[in-house]
């Protein structure tokens, strides 16, 4: 069998920027990864989407609490015009009682209660005589009158007149 020997490359020489550089080889330590870590892209988008739901959930928060504020003055103000209804139906049942009305009359609008209301009884008074109709006292037909209108005429009572 046959041996192989390796042959080497000659070797060169060293130049002066390598041979400072071999030098500070010799200074250099091999430091373990245990503290240091690499910040993977994955976990800067997971950290990004983190923050949007952080922000996103207090933004719904906030629009919540605005929700519930424009709640509660509505039913502060619901309540306000509850009382203003009922002190205004108490009021309008007050000035609907007949004192009440009497007292406004007089008071305010400077009205007087009027003089208790007098029977009056018509007098029967006859001007002139009343004849009784009958045929013979007809009046003569006027041409151009009608008789029957000329009857009833004279038919009427004088004091109806």
């Known amino acids: 069998m046959a041996q192989t020997t390796a042959r080497r490359a000659p070797s060169r020489r060293a130049t002066p920027t390598e041979a400072a550089a071999g030098a500070a080889r010799r200074d250099l330590k091999v430091v373990e990864r245990t503290s240091v870590r690499r910040v993977t892209p994955t976990a800067i988008v997971i950290a990004v989407l983190g923050a949007v739901l952080a ?28 009382i203003a209804n009922k002190e205004l139906r108490q ?23 009027s003089k208790s209301p007098e029977l009056v009884t018509p007098t029967h008074e006859t001007v002139g005589a009343v004849a009784a109709y009958s045929p013979a006292t007809a009046p003569v037909s006027v041409p151009g009158v009608d008789p029957s209108s000329a009857a009833s005429v004279d038919a009427e009572d004088p004091a109806d007149g």
């Open 91 to 113: 009021r309008e049942s007050t000035l609907q009682s007949p004192a009440e009305i009497l007292r406004i009359a007089a008071n305010d609008l400077g009205m007087v209660e």
């Open 55 to 82: 922000f996103g959930a207090l933004s719904i928060q906030i629009s919540l609490i605005h929700r519930q504020q424009q709640l509660d003055s509505l039913r502060t103000e619901i309540n306000e015009t509850q």
